[in-house]
């Protein structure tokens, strides 16, 4: 069985989608059999492959109310590289699973079939600490967090997140881990080596990866629905994502 990793962050724009496809599109491109799963109602997932996510017949809430298994979403779109997507409907989702047993462990129950048919499994949560966020937490034995390094509170979102894990840790995932912390946009700014500088001395027993450089090409990347390594290979970021990979293969 494969490792199932969280990539969360409380507020957007800090590459949090982006990180999820590049990432898991790197570690395929090492031979690594790959599953992307949304838990973004954004449905950037699907979009980041040019494939409108408001096209899907069936998205990751049908899955997640139980009327469809996994595979039956899922869509190879690169060799080694699967995706289970998302779009607008997850957004209704959350006051449904409220009702439900168990509701926490549904994404968990469901990628069980499916699990030791991959080498990784990447959840993009949503910008929040709701439900869906909760899901993908007990499904994962790891969380990565990416932090842009453009403002100070940042910090803060990136303590709550690791309150959130430390909660889960005592209530329903013990064997829950943070794999490290991801800053991302960084520029050549002071400001950003300042904040990247505070999280490294604030937080001494969590792992600061090598930062994501601030990219145009991987805002463009997204707009041409494809990612960021196939896109412009030779940028810095899409070379820092390779690393990245690299790094977790090892």
Same mark, same amino acid.
């Given at each position: 069985? #494969? *490792?199932?990793?969280?990539v969360?962050?409380?507020k957007g724009?800090?590459?949090?989608?982006? /990180? /999820?496809?590049?990432?898991?599109?790197?570690l395929?491109?090492?031979?690594?059999?790959?599953l992307?799963?949304?838990?973004?109602?954004q #449905?950037?997932?699907a979009?980041?492959f040019? *494939?409108?996510?408001?096209?899907?017949d069936?998205?990751?809430?049908?899955?997640l109310v #139980? $009327?469809?298994?996994?595979?039956?979403?899922?869509?190879?779109? !690169?060799?080694?590289?699967?995706?289970?997507?998302?779009?607008?409907?997850?957004?209704?989702?959350?006051?449904?699973?409220?009702?439900?047993? !168990?509701?926490e462990?549904?994404?968990?129950?469901?990628?069980?079939?499916?699990?030791s048919?991959f080498? +990784?499994?990447?959840?993009?949560?949503?910008?929040?600490?709701g *439900?869906?966020?909760?899901?993908? @937490?007990?499904?994962? =034995?790891?969380?990565? *967090?990416?932090?842009?390094a453009?403002?100070? +509170?940042?910090?803060i979102?990136?303590?709550?997140?690791?309150?959130?894990? %430390? %909660?889960?840790? %005592? %209530?329903? $995932?013990?064997?829950?881990?943070?794999? #490290?912390?991801?800053?991302? !946009?960084?520029?050549?700014?002071?400001?950003?080596?300042?904040v990247?500088?505070?999280?490294?001395?604030?937080? /001494?027993?969590? !792992?600061? @990866? $090598?930062?994501i450089?601030?990219?145009?090409?991987?805002? $463009?990347?997204?707009?041409?629905?494809?990612p960021?390594?196939?896109?412009?290979? =030779?940028s810095?970021?899409?070379?820092? +994502?390779?690393?990245?990979a690299?790094?977790f293969?090892?």
């Amino acid at each position: 069985m #494969g *490792i199932t990793i969280a990539v969360s962050a409380m507020k957007g724009g800090t590459g949090k989608t982006t /990180t /999820t496809i590049n990432l898991g599109a790197a570690l395929a491109a090492k031979g690594h059999s790959v599953l992307l799963v949304d838990l973004d109602p954004q #449905g950037h997932i699907a979009e980041g492959f040019g *494939i409108p996510a408001l096209s899907l017949d069936r998205d990751i809430s049908n899955v997640l109310v #139980g $009327n469809c298994a996994l595979c039956d979403i899922t869509q190879e779109v !690169r060799p080694n590289l699967v995706i289970a997507p998302s779009n607008v409907h997850l957004a209704h989702l959350e006051l449904q699973l409220i009702t439900q047993l !168990r509701r926490e462990d549904k994404l968990k129950h469901a990628i069980a079939p499916i699990a030791s048919g991959f080498d +990784y499994i990447l959840i993009d949560c949503p910008p929040s600490l709701g *439900i869906l966020t909760v899901n993908a @937490f007990s499904a994962a =034995s790891e969380v990565v *967090i990416p932090m842009a390094a453009e403002f100070f +509170y940042a910090l803060i979102g990136v303590a709550l997140v690791l309150d959130a894990i %430390q %909660q889960m840790q %005592q %209530q329903l $995932n013990p064997d829950l881990s943070v794999r #490290g912390i991801l800053p991302t !946009r960084m520029d050549r700014t002071r400001h950003a080596r300042d904040v990247v500088q505070k999280v490294t001395d604030e937080l /001494t027993n969590v !792992r600061i @990866f $090598n930062p994501i450089p601030e990219s145009v090409a991987a805002r $463009n990347a997204s707009a041409a629905g494809m990612p960021l390594i196939e896109f412009d290979p =030779s940028s810095p970021a899409s070379r820092a +994502y390779l690393t990245l990979a690299e790094e977790f293969s090892t």
